[in-house]
């Protein structure tokens, strides 16, 4: 049932939305789950009126499929849309860390050492939910530091479908061990203060997320086909 704060003035709607949203982007609501109006509305205590809303606004964000007579179901994203969302991030990341090379302040620098921190360490306990946390701060604030507006903007418009990628990816892939190392080359890449050497670094991390997904999907296809 959703929490309703008196402090918070949004409409009904508006939080029904919300919370439908976060719920398939961390992947509470696994893809292809059935959105069912009646039950949603009976999880939440609203009528089905705010869930039809929402669902209709969550279609045309791409995050719900509506079929005719069948239902609303999350949307599915397979690996062609995860190779197609690290595509758009190793070139944009690669970008803002070149610029963060000249343009991270000290300051900044050393926040990042701590988040780096945070994230090895909860790899090392295997804290899935703190991984996703650090792990989407240490590449937001890269790009923060980069200071460049038109830059933000456009890693903005992507950060929902990379959310909905990073809950899905430590999920399924194994590959979190060698983040601490990849991370640690873009740091020091960055405090260098070589541009090209940090872009490569950011690059080679990213690509490397982009070929355990086009394996891994290798992998479920010819499992699938057994």
């Given at each position: 049932?959703?929490?309703?704060?008196i402090q918070n003035h949004k409409p009904?709607?508006?939080?029904?939305y919300e919370e439908l949203k976060i719920q398939i982007l961390t992947g509470a609501i696994v893809p292809g789950t059935r959105m069912m109006e009646v039950d949603l509305a009976e999880e939440m205590g609203v009528s089905r009126?705010?869930?039809?809303?929402?669902?209709r606004k969550l279609e045309k964000e791409g995050l719900v499929t509506i079929e005719p007579r069948r239902g609303a179901y999350a949307s599915m994203i397979s690996t062609q849309d995860m190779v197609e969302i690290l595509e758009?991030?190793?070139?944009?990341?690669?970008?803002?860390?070149?610029?963060?090379?000249?343009?991270?302040?000290p300051v900044e620098m050393e926040e990042l050492r701590e988040v780096a921190d945070h994230y090895n360490e909860a790899v090392a306990a295997g804290n899935m939910k703190d991984m996703i946390r650090y792990d989407t701060q240490f590449h937001r604030m890269i790009v923060d530091s980069c200071n460049n507006k038109i830059l933000v903007n456009m890693v903005e418009q992507l950060q929902e479908l990379v959310l909905r990628f990073r809950y899905i990816y430590y999920?399924?892939?194994k590959g979190a061990e060698n983040m601490p190392e990849e991370h640690r080359e873009i740091i020091e890449?960055?405090?260098?203060?070589?541009?090209?050497?940090?872009r490569q670094a950011a690059d080679v991390h990213i690509d490397r997320l982009k070929q355990m997904v086009i394996e891994e999907g290798v992998q479920q296809n010819l499992v699938s086909e057994e």
């Open positions: 049932m959703l929490n309703f704060d009904l709607r508006e939080m029904v009126t705010p869930i039809r809303e929402a669902i758009v991030r190793q070139d944009l990341e690669g970008l803002a860390a070149y610029f963060a090379a000249t343009r991270m302040t999920d399924n892939f890449a960055i405090a260098s203060g070589d541009e090209t050497r940090a």
